[in-house]
């Protein structure tokens, strides 16, 4: 049985990882002590301790036939078994799933994503996505994260392989044709580009931003002045991983947005906002920060009654309508920019889908 002054501990995982076998160790005297978890990783260098220690906790390491803890410390001629456990590459395939096409040329699709749909494959979401829908649409060939990036051209693809394949190992995507993304519960128009010549320049339209993007929202209260320019650099927020935030300029990235009321209601407001940049949930973030979150938004207070009164039949209306929305009342309506290939001015337009419309006209009719 092997032990770590027998063999090169990275070489060996590669192998063990090919052929599917489980890891060997015998402890030699000098390892003594020294924390399994912490062991371990010096023979998964690109592997984070945090997973070795969900691997222990699952029971798929064993030393000397038996389970430990991941605060086990080593002691010579231990018998060690690991086996670690990896998904498979991300990876997109054709998906016979429908699509909204708005407009399609040789260059590139103007597409009206539903909500609920993610725009492309990651480690939470494998399938289902407009990417895999896309392939099908263009009767392409499927992508994976670990393919050779000569090999898969937008030719055999179908679609743009610019940005399509993971820049680094701990960053897994496969997004083919994607120029820019709307959130998964964000409804509305995205271009895709077929051709790396059409992605190129769609994304230099963006890099200056003179592509117009409009969104529509519902969002709680009245905004004042009703039309005007919000700011606020965009980063993560330090007390939330999970969420995006206004922060210091220093921390975050520079973010611009327009907006206009276009109707008043009794407690909340349609306002259309235009972006000027493209940051994470930017929308969703500067609304909040000027304390009129968007309708149903759960991430950044949108989810509750935060105008009006608090009577307990008005929180109840809100629920069951928030939970027949079920998702953040925004959608992209507008999308305009300069054909790559033509040179012309192209604009497109798409109404707001049924589930939004249904809840302004019920706010309407009970709250005016």
Same mark, same amino acid.
């Given at each position: 049985?092997?032990?770590?002054?027998?063999?090169?501990p990275t070489d060996y995982a590669a192998d063990v990882?090919?052929?599917?076998?489980?890891?060997?160790?015998?402890?030699p005297d000098e390892d003594a002590g020294i924390r399994i978890d912490k062991y371990l990783t010096r023979f998964y260098p690109e592997t984070s301790r945090t997973k070795i220690q969900r691997s222990i906790g699952k029971g798929h390491v064993k030393v000397n036939g038996r389970d430990v803890a991941k605060s086990y410390p080593v002691e010579p001629g231990d018998e060690i078994v690991f086996r670690l456990i990896r998904k498979p590459p991300l990876e997109a395939d054709p998906e016979p799933i429908p699509l909204d096409v708005v407009h399609e040329d040789d260059d590139l699709l103007v597409v009206n994503k539903p909500a609920g749909m993610v725009v492309h494959p990651a480690p939470g979401h494998r399938s289902g996505t407009l990417v895999n829908a896309l392939?099908? $649409?263009?009767g392409g060939a499927g992508v994976a994260a670990d393919d050779d990036p000569d090999a898969a051209t937008d030719e055999a693809v179908g679609l743009s392989m610019i940005n399509a394949l993971p820049e680094r190992p701990d960053h897994p995507v496969v997004r083919p044709g994607i120029v820019h993304r709307l959130d998964k519960g964000t409804s509305g128009l995205l271009v895709v580009a077929k051709r790396d010549r059409a992605h190129r320049h769609l994304a230099e339209q963006?890099?200056? $931003?003179?592509?117009d993007r409009r969104y529509r929202a519902i969002v709680w209260g009245t905004l004042d002045p009703p039309a005007g320019t919000l700011t606020g650099a965009i980063g993560r927020d330090p007390h939330h991983r999970q969420r995006m935030a206004v922060v210091p300029d220093d921390r975050g990235k520079a973010a611009t947005t327009h907006y206009e009321t276009v109707e008043h209601l009794a407690h909340l407001s349609v306002v259309d906002f235009e972006l000027e940049t493209g940051r994470t949930h930017q929308i969703r973030v500067h609304a909040a920060e000027s304390n009129h979150p968007v309708l149903a938004d759960p991430k950044y207070g949108g989810d509750t009654v935060r105008f009006g009164t608090q009577s307990g039949p008005r929180r109840r209306f809100f629920d069951r309508l928030l939970q027949h929305l079920g998702r953040p009342a925004l959608h992209a309506f507008r999308l305009g920019f300069e054909h790559p290939t033509t040179g012309a001015h192209r604009q497109f337009a798409i109404d707001a889908p049924d589930d939004i419309r249904d809840v302004l006209d019920r706010i309407r009719e009970v709250e005016g």
């Open positions: 049985m092997p032990t770590p002054d027998s063999f090169d990882e090919r052929e599917g076998a489980a890891a060997q160790i015998v402890v392939l099908h $649409h263009v963006f890099k200056a $931003h003179t592509v």
